[in-house]
């Protein structure tokens, strides 16, 4: 990739061929790109083998509808983190800003008699509220997200007990909010959310490929796209069969999907996400573009309490309790861990959402397998340190690589 | 010698930090489609020519005419607004991002939706207007799709200059744009700058290395001590007159313009 010189007469020879795209490059630029989404996926299928050899119940569809539901609440959360560690931050209050905006909820549903509905709103925005604070506080006055969150971790977790005031636990009893992680869908319904999720990937991923070729900036070969329609359409029929051998499409997994779809293209498609991966990548870049750097991470805070809060009401109606243990534990480490674990760097600027997912369902399968296996809290933890620090050093590493391949 | 009305045009410039005049009662001027190298030691003032035409400090006294009218340039973006486009010497690039979404970095184009967080990027225009810049240009990149931290220094120098230029700016001004680059690197930056001087631009460059601004500049100002020591036409003069006039030693400094009519050992460039 070093430099051409183009050495003797630069100015008549023909200038397309010199900007257009090395088939090469470009293989290699699919391979780097998709290569830690890659190599998580194996990790994950190694992990599901060894468990499976142990223990054959593991990948029962019970177990895995089960480990589906356990991961939600975590990845929901993950969710808000992967925007904040694309600025290349911290925010450790999420934790506890999940288990104060569930106790949020819970008292106004059960308490003060609101509508379900309205509760859980109230509850967002008691968390959107928090997070746009934490963010004002750390862009504003420079302090570190480190500190602030830390700060607010202990501050939301004295808040919980207060809201929450002498019972210590409330039980949730509204159809509506236990609903949320007990629904489950019908066969038939599971298939006709299948078939509306693969035909409408497929015209998406048509349209843009069309556009493109007629564009004249792709080569117009299809295959990298249909292997990737391939893939989607063979997880969600595996996913949807999955789920309707046991109870059925569970609606908690549908709303965490459909955030991490949504939140993806928020970061990957529009101008704002561009913003984060800029003022993640370059701060001092992204300001001298004219880039409000502030704004955007007042607004990636701002995600980010809102996606806790929306991970804690989840727990809640699981739980379906709230108590003064709710968002606390390894709740906050687990959900930064996830996304780390699968390939969002630490570092800043480099990601994506479907990490969420992914690094919920590694640390899910490794905590379930050894429900399963019954083995003692002490290994889990040790386990998934072990592989939350494999996964830190893989991602320092790749960094140290880019820096020495990059700027011959 | 320069054509009739200069593109950009400065007269009387002073600008003082406290006890230090960093410039005195300087004119400059740029014409379309000339290149004007800016020399002169640590000091002399270069930097704070160039960041008073870019609206970053602007002077205490002195006029500065645009295509002929006079203006007033307070912020970054009245010059921006004018046409005069900077690249700084940190070039101010995101490395993880990939050279279309750098060049359109903070005017991206949106194509559909409603709302600042719906709104879709229309990756396909940016992409194919990245294209036909980088094309126009001559510009050698791996792919449109590199993330620009992989680049080499030139690369990198070439993409922050065509970011410039999608403003569609009439002056642009470039800040050691050969610094850390090596040889072939260094031709290719030249040769672009050649490009813009042919696309009718005026352009600006600050540069350390005579060597580099002997081979693209029309004319060479130096500056020493934050006044005008010296406008050569660089065709009509020798390293060794432009050196004496940086370091005030010699006689550099009576040649207020044109250039020694039987200098010595003409040839060297």
Redesign the interface.
Known sequence: ??????SAG?AGES??E??K??AK??VR?VIQGDLASVRVVFGLALIWIIFQVQEPRFLSDQNLTNLMLQITAIGLISVGIVYVLLLGEIDLSVGAVSGLCAAIMVVLNTQHGWDPYLSIAAAIAAGATIGCVQGFLFSRFDVPSFVVTLAGLLAWQGALLQVLGQTGTININDPKIVGLANIFYSDTVGWIMAAVVIVGYGLVAAYGFR??VA???ADSNPIPVIVRFVVIAVVTIVAVYVFNGDRGVPLAVLIFVAFVTGMEY?VK????G??V??V???E???R????RVNGVKIAVFTIAGSMAAVGGIMAASRLLAVNQGSGGNELLLLAIAGPVIAGTSLF???GSVWTALLGAMVIGSISNGMDLLSLSSAIKYMVTGGVLLLAVLVDAIAKQQ?QT???? | MSPETPLLQLEGISKQFGPVQALDRVDFAVGAGEVVGLVGDNGAGKSTLVKAIAGINSPDSGTIRFEGNEVSINRPQDAVALGIATVYQDLALCDNLDVVANLFLGRELGSSGVGVVSRQLDEVTMEHRTGELLSNLAVTIPSLRSEVGTLSGGQRQQVAVARSLLGEPKVVMLDEPTAALGVPQTKQVLELIRRLKDRGLGVVVISHNLADVFQVADRIFVLRLGRPSGDFRSSEVTEEHVVAAITGLGDGNNKQTGAPKEAPGEGAA
């Open positions: 990739m070093s430099t051409t010189p183009a630069p200038t397309e010199k900007v795209l090395d490059a470009q630029r556009k493109r564009a004249g900036l928020v498609r529009t101008g704002f561009r913003h991966f800029a993640g990548g370059g001092e870049a992204a001298r573009a004219g880039i800043g600027g480099r880019r391949r990059g700027r011959v």
